[in-house]
Nanobody, 115 residues
Framework: QVQLVESGGGLVQPGGSLRLSCAASGSAFRNYDMGWYRQAPGNQRELVARITSSTRTNYADSVKGRFTISRDNAKNTVYLQMNSLKPEDTAVYYC?????????WGQGTQVTVSS
């Protein structure tokens, strides 16, 4: 079983930046592929960015060039650096990993981009 705890959300003006963190339990974190998803009101949950255990990354087209996913295996933590934020980035952001077919989620952290 894996526990995921997100932090770092908040209110930011358009054009601003935030860094989200996700701390994971377990000693095998370095072997996990990790992802960040988001869900805005009335919308389905969507993939924002993903990083594999070998640090390959991929991004949703809507965030390419603005967001960066990274990981620190020594701290069992994955990050999402979000720059040039737009109002349409407003959502609850969730950390995710899939192990043996089971999808693990954190509790989510709210990001609101508004002036």
């Amino acid at each position: 079983q894996v526990q995921l705890v997100e932090s770092g959300g908040g209110l930011v003006q358009p054009g601003g930046s935030l860094r989200l963190s996700c701390a994971a339990s377990g000693s095998a974190f370095r072997n996990y592929d990790m992802g960040w998803y988001r869900q805005a009101p009335g919308n389905q949950r969507e993939l924002v960015a993903r990083i594999t255990s070998s640090t390959r990354t991929n991004y949703a087209d809507s965030v390419k060039g603005r967001f960066t996913i990274s990981r620190d295996n020594a701290k069992n933590t994955v990050y999402l650096q979000m720059n040039s934020l737009k109002p349409e980035d407003t959502a609850v952001y969730y950390c995710n990993t899939v192990l043996r077919g089971y999808w693990y989620w954190g509790q989510g952290t709210q990001v609101t981009v508004s002036s």
